[in-house]
């Protein structure tokens, strides 16, 4: 490796690692947004019948079965943190058959080092259901379909999320704000290669009418990942900061809470498309998980909740996972519902600025 190449590589890891740290360290969730999960309203029933040991939450998504409505969503890799939090993630996507997407891999790309920071998710859970992932900044700046592919065996992945980071892109000091003919390189990978692709949102939600845009593509879900949660702007706010870039820093601060709320986007997009959904962006427990499959999600993803839990300890990741599930099978019993296939059925109400934003 020469000079340059190993320089290039150290600011990789670097970023790699602030990209956790900065998370867990600093406050970088939404300030003056929510996730609009408290303008819907689920509707109490007192006359459920059934027990609560007889709610199955197993749930079927892209044709296959998985134990619960919940996806550890991408995160990391690219650094030796990185390994060692993606090989406990691993280890409960396997014990809980749950699906686990990893963070972006263009780093794995760069070293085989990087790389086995992200396939030790695969050694932990050989069995399990795991999401490659990539950006779409870097499909639309040229990234050859051969890297793709090597993306997708790095993990020996069950399909490919592409994310979409334009509000991260253009805050972040190194970032490519560049987007042009994104939806074009979307079409030609799905048309391509066999397993699914799921496109993915960062924190700053989907909306209509760019999920009737991705319709004309062979994609098979969409992660909302909306705002109300984790903001990119903020985490890329504080690395300007660090850089002492003042323009990057202030532009962070304008954007922080950019986005569509993540109850707004699953609705907006559910109006116009049939297309599966991960709900994704703030979720916190388990009576915002069902919320959101109340009004359309297919199933749900967390990302940083997941984080701070993996970072405590390997038993500790369990006994997290465990209180959600506990928390989803409580609100199925509260509003009567004894399987995920009854909750696209319940009732809900929509209020505030939520029920407003909707309104045909
Ligand atoms: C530490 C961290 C790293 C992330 N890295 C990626 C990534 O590499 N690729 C990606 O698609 N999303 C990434 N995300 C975004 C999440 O997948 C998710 O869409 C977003 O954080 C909203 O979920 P949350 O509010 O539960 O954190 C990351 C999130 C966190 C917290």
């Not at 892209?62 to 996806?71: K, M, N, S, T």
């Not at 993630?89 to 396997?94: D, N, T, W």
């Not at 058959?97 to 920071?117: E, F, H, V």
Request: hydrophobic share 40%.
């Amino acid at each position: 490796m020469s000079k340059s190449e190993k320089k290039e590589l150290d600011i990789i890891i670097q970023r790699k690692k602030d990209g956790i740290y900065i998370p867990l360290k600093r406050n970088v969730q939404a300030k003056n947004v929510s996730t609009f999960l408290e303008y819907v309203n689920l509707v109490h029933n007192s006359l459920p019948e059934l027990n609560f040991d007889e709610i199955d939450i197993k749930t079927k998504f892209l044709g296959f079965e998985f134990d619960a409505p919940l996806i550890i969503d991408a995160m990391t890799g690219g650094t030796p943190e990185a390994e060692k939090i993606n090989g406990r993630l691993g280890k409960l996507a396997e014990k809980c058959n749950i699906p686990m997407g990893l963070g972006s891999q263009r780093a794995g790309l760069r070293s085989d080092i990087l790389k086995g920071t992200y396939s030790i998710a695969r050694k932990n859970a050989p069995n399990a259901f795991l999401i490659a992932n990539i950006g779409g900044a870097q499909l639309s700046n040229g990234m050859k379909f051969e890297d793709v592919a090597r993306i997708i065996e790095m993990i020996d992945a069950n399909a490919l999320a592409i994310h979409l980071n334009p509000l991260q892109e253009l805050i972040q000091p190194e970032g490519e704000p560049k987007y042009k003919g994104i939806l074009q390189r979307i079409r030609e990978i799905s048309d391509k290669i066999s397993i699914p692709v799921i496109i993915k949102e960062t924190g700053a939600g989907i909306s209509s009418d760019v999920a009737m845009r991705l319709e004309s593509t062979k994609i098979s879900a969409l992660n909302v990942s909306g705002a109300g949660g984790t903001s990119w702007a903020g985490v890329e706010k504080i690395r300007a900061e660090m850089q002492r870039n003042e323009n990057k820093e202030s532009l962070g601060d304008l954007f922080w809470d950019w986005g569509i709320p993540t109850a707004q986007s699953i609705l907006e997009v559910r109006s116009v498309s049939k297309i599966p959904i991960i709900a994704s962006g703030g979720l916190r427990n388990g009576l915002e998980i069902v919320k959101c499959m109340v009004i359309g999600a297919n199933t749900s993803a967390m990302a940083f909740p997941f984080l701070k839990a993996a970072i405590r300890s390997e038993r500790y990741l369990f006994v997290f996972f465990n209180k959600i599930i506990g928390e989803i099978k409580s609100t199925m019993f509260l509003i009567g519902a004894p399987r995920i296939s009854d909750l696209s059925k319940s009732r809900y109400i929509l209020t505030n600025e939520l029920a407003e934003r909707v309104k045909k």
